[in-house]
């Protein structure tokens, strides 16, 4: 199933864009109840005024504010920036620190959010299980685990330690793009023929295909998709 999914997205990645490790840990605790996209729309200005984990941390927090207030939630994600910036300074002089063990004892930094800027800012694979990979690897039945770090050493356990980053980006891509928390468009799933939830969704081909979605920056159109069955379509 890894297999064939990476085929229908070759092109997976992390889809915040950042140019440092404080830029993607900064960016992934913004990603919190808004999208990729809109995050990306924030973080130029954000990082232009404030470069660096001090001039965060002692940023105005009404200018901040006013910068992350399209990515909802502001007061608080802003609150949860200068904290963990500050944690930053105070124990690693300002640098972002590239080990498990010391990332999830910065305040706000979970595993999930560990995991991508380990996987993406530093190259150590690591599984990210947020609400997408979760829901797909319950329905794909790799595990029946609810709670995220057991889901994460369950599929850890399946995959090779070498794929755990890539696995997490096409997983991420999949639930985003094809296999929705309501709908999934079961009739357009490159894996459909193997999956066990097939049929929970919308199995008619042409139909799942209405129901592909992608996070599209501003003013851009999906491409209507060509005209045919698509690639192991289990009809």
């Known amino acids: 199933m890894y297999r064939l999914l990476r085929e229908r997205y070759p092109y997976a990645h992390c889809e915040l864009d950042f140019e440092s490790p404080l830029q993607l840990?900064?960016?992934?605790?913004?990603?919190?109840?808004?999208?990729?996209?809109?995050?990306?729309?924030?973080?130029?200005?954000?990082?232009?005024?404030?470069?660096?984990?001090?001039?965060?941390?002692?940023?105005?927090?009404?200018?901040?504010?006013?910068?992350?207030?399209?990515?909802?939630?502001?007061?608080?994600?802003?609150?949860?920036?200068?904290?963990?910036?500050?944690?930053?300074?105070?124990?690693?002089?300002?640098?972002?620190?590239?080990?498990?063990?010391?990332?999830?004892?910065?305040?706000?930094?979970?595993?999930?959010?560990?995991?991508?800027?380990?996987?993406?800012?530093?190259?150590?694979?690591?599984?990210?299980?947020?609400?997408?990979?979760?829901?797909l690897v319950r329905r794909f039945g790799w595990t029946q685990e609810e709670d995220p770090v057991k889901v994460e050493h369950a599929v850890g356990a399946l995959i090779p330690s070498r794929d755990w980053t890539d696995l997490s980006h096409v997983l991420i891509f999949h639930g985003r793009r094809t296999c929705h928390a309501r709908r999934p468009a079961c009739g357009a799933c490159p894996v459909a023929r193997l999956c066990p939830s097939y049929g929970v969704g919308e199995t008619d081909p042409t139909a799942a295909r209405k129901l592909l979605a992608y996070e599209l920056a501003p003013g851009a159109v999906l491409p209507e998709p060509p005209p045919g069955p698509l690639p192991d379509d289990p009809r």
Request: hydrophobic share 45%; proline share 5%; net charge neutral.
């Open 25 to 135: 840990l900064v960016a992934t605790v913004l990603s919190a109840q808004t999208t990729d996209v809109m995050v990306n729309t924030v973080t130029p200005e954000l990082f232009a005024r404030w470069p660096d984990a001090a001039a965060l941390a002692g940023a105005d927090r009404e200018a901040l504010e006013a910068v992350l207030r399209p990515t909802g939630f502001f007061r608080a994600k802003s609150e949860s920036v200068q904290r963990l910036c500050a944690d930053l300074v105070d124990r690693f002089d300002g640098e972002v620190p590239g080990r498990l063990a010391d990332l999830v004892t910065l305040r706000g930094v979970g595993r999930k959010t560990a995991n991508v800027v380990l996987g993406n800012a530093f190259g150590v694979p690591g599984i990210t299980v947020d609400t997408h990979f979760g829901r």
